[in-house]
């Protein structure tokens, strides 16, 4: 019973994406989703994001608008696109 809890409590955890430059800001908001139970992946740049969306889904994207060559509303544009 135990392990189906476990199994159903990581199914039903949201995925969200952090797109920061700025590695501190990355891991606060990283400890903040933890704590809320929620599963996160990390980007520190656009071309970055891009990569691991390649590969993964999530229900959410928290962008820096400021990003290192991109902005965060262009990476945010061709997400939703």
Known sequence: MDKRMDMEERTNRKRILIVDDEASIRRALE???????????QASSAEEARSVLKNESFELV????????????????????
């Open 31 to 41: 400890r903040i989703i933890k704590r809320i139970q929620g599963e996160c992946s």
């Open 62 to 81: 928290l962008c820096d608008i400021r990003l290192p060559g991109e902005s965060g509303i262009d990476l945010i544009g061709q997400i939703l696109s």
